[in-house]
């Protein structure tokens, strides 16, 4: 660059004019992130063994296999509710919504919960597509009220509970209220509660100038790698957790009635198994009372690591730690309540 | 959030067909199968062929991209999509086996019923399969008859034997084992994680999993010979 020819212009500029200008786009002193990436691929590609050599301890290596079984199994379920939410996001007008959702809020709620019931899937595929909900401009005690009921009372959800407790066919009625009951309960409690500042609406970059195809997949590659970075995220806390917590914890707390609720409520956060699953788990932990497996069920698809992480990276940090704690609360609530009377 | 060191959106593109050309190739391999169960495998190919389709479509647009619309806005947590990336591709780790197995109780549960098994011959059982009966059918339909059941060996603290198969409902998440102990005619030099078939007769002693007193019934073992990890590491 100091060799080259000046022109006139560049000539009479005062001598300090390279210090304090911006660097323009392409300059070689900025890092390319292609060039970057590029690097640590081959450099992980020549180092490989080594890397095996420091991974091959049986805790770490089934760690490590928890970690990459918690994202291939829950990718699939992120893109479906990623191509929804695009879909959402790109070609539903808002006018649908404002026609489909009651007007007032608090009527909205309990239509916006029902609702989750059409959304086949787990609760990776429910938060990108209630932050579109937001940005469409449905009421956003509305469209939390479907990001947690949606994962929890779909009917693939609802059928593999029946399956797991075949001889208990109550624990599919208790499941379905119970979880419509706390996620109303959230929806209303935010409607009376919630600051408008606490939740982040969804930012994005704008797509107005540009056609239906660049908006779509523009939408698609932004919200696949930005909810794939924090499921990354929450599935290296679930792993470690499941490695750190000894099961013998949780035979000791099966006896006592109050304690059981809360430890298999904890248990749920930890593991973020998918809600498509977690029947069977729940099934399998016979120590623990109906009402404890209930807490399990319904805490579940609305609070884990897994789901904190996505919100967080959805709708804010700020939103996020208020939001989990208060659903967790609810949903033990309303488990303990509805067990009592339902089982 | 966007920073110099943010993947821009060629990058972006570059991670996510990695991810999916690796998400496509356990999919039609048998490694998806140390990870998930094997009804997830066209979901899993579906969704790495839209990743593929996303970063194509995302170069095709960023090559027609009008000059001055700058990418902005673009997450720096995309950044740790690689990791699952590396994992997967490079070291890519094994189905869980007797690590996981010795930290965890059996899981064993009572079945809806039991129906008839062959008449002839040696009966070819899961882990899983030979334990609920053992248990919870007293072994009736097992008493007098060869039974061949293929799983790992894990041991416990004490160094007993057990022939173990993890059981899956969705992923190694959620992978809890099936244990029975094994009695009997053993090779001389047990390994963990070492795939044996077992071939033996029933036997009505019972033990109690340390981890959480779960039902853990016998075999008398009168041959077991080492065989290959089977495809699917896991049972159903």
């Known amino acids: 660059m100091a060799t080259r020819t000046r022109t006139p212009r560049e000539a009479a500029a005062p001598p300090d004019h390279h210090a304090g200008r911006e660097v323009p786009p392409g300059d070689s002193r900025r890092l390319d992130p292609a060039l970057l990436f590029t690097l640590v691929l081959l450099t992980a590609v020549m180092f490989q063994d080594p890397v095996r050599g420091a991974l091959a301890s049986p805790a770490a290596q089934s760690w490590m296999t928890v970690f990459v079984a918690v994202v291939v199994q829950a990718l699939p379920f992120l893109v479906l509710g990623v191509l929804l939410s695009a879909a959402i996001a790109v070609f539903v007008p808002p006018s649908f919504f404002v026609r489909a959702l009651p007007r007032r809020p608090a009527l909205a709620v309990p239509v916006a919960g029902a609702a989750g019931a059409v959304l086949p899937g787990c609760e990776c595929a429910s938060v990108p597509v209630a932050g579109a909900l937001v940005r469409r401009g449905v009421a956003p005690a509305a469209a939390l009220a479907f990001l947690l009921s949606a994962p929890a009372v779909n009917p693939v959800v609802l059928t593999a509970t029946a399956v797991a407790f075949p001889d208990r066919p109550g624990m599919v009625l208790a499941r379905f209220v119970a979880s419509l009951l706390t996620a109303c309960a959230m929806g209303w409690l935010w409607q009376c509660l919630g600051r408008a500042d606490r939740l982040r609406p969804p930012s994005r970059p704008s797509y107005g100038a540009r056609g239906g195809g660049a908006a779509f997949w523009g939408s698609v590659r932004h919200d696949v790698t930005h909810a794939g970075g924090f499921l990354v995220v929450g599935a290296t806390a679930a792993a470690t957790l499941k490695a750190l917590v000894p099961a013998r914890w949780l035979s000791a707390a099966a006896d006592h009635p109050v304690l059981s609720v809360l430890v298999l409520a904890a248990l749920a956060v930890v593991l973020s198994i998918c809600s498509e699953a977690d029947a069977f788990v729940a099934a399998s932990l016979t120590q623990f009372s109906p009402t404890a497996r209930l807490a399990f069920l319904v805490v579940g698809p609305m609070v884990d690591l897994k789901l904190f992480a996505l919100q967080a990276g959805t709708f804010g940090r700020a939103f996020a730690l208020r939001f989990a704690p208060a659903t967790l609360a609810l949903a033990v609530l309303f488990s303990a309540l509805t067990g009592a009377v339902l089982l | ?236």
Not at chain 2, 57 to 69: F, I, Q, S, V
Not at chain 2, 81 to 101: D, E, R, T
């Open chain 2, 1 to 236: 959030m966007t920073s110099a060191l943010s993947p821009n959106r060629q990058t972006q593109a570059a991670l996510l067909f990695l991810l999916g050309a690796a998400v496509v190739h356990a999919g039609l391999t048998d490694l998806h199968l140390r990870y998930v169960k094997a009804g997830l495998r066209p979901l899993l190919l579906l969704s790495g062929a839209v990743l593929i389709v996303t970063a194509a479509a995302t170069l095709l647009y960023e090559w027609r991209r009008p000059p001055g619309d700058d990418g902005h806005g673009e997450p720096r947590v995309a950044w740790l999509l690689a990791l699952p990336l590396f994992a997967l591709i490079l070291v890519a780790p094994p189905a869980l086996g007797s690590y996981s197995a010795t930290h965890t109780g059996t899981a064993l549960q009572e079945p809806f019923g039991f129906p008839d098994l062959p008449a002839n011959g040696p009966l070819r059982l899961g882990v899983g399969e030979y334990a609920a009966r053992a248990v919870y059918d007293e072994g009736r339909h097992l008493r007098g008859r060869t039974v061949v059941i293929t799983g790992f060996v894990a041991l416990d603290r004490a160094g007993a034997p057990y022939l173990v198969r993890m059981t899956l409902n969705c992923c190694a998440a959620d992978a809890q084992p099936i244990k029975i102990a094994l009695s009997g005619a053993m090779p001389p030099v047990l390994r963990p994680d070492t795939w044996l078939e077992v071939t033996g007769t029933y036997s009505p002693r019972r033990t109690k999993d340390p981890v959480n007193d779960g039902p853990v019934p016998y075999v008398e073992v009168t041959h077991a010979r080492p065989v290959p990890a089977p495809p699917d590491p896991y049972e159903g």
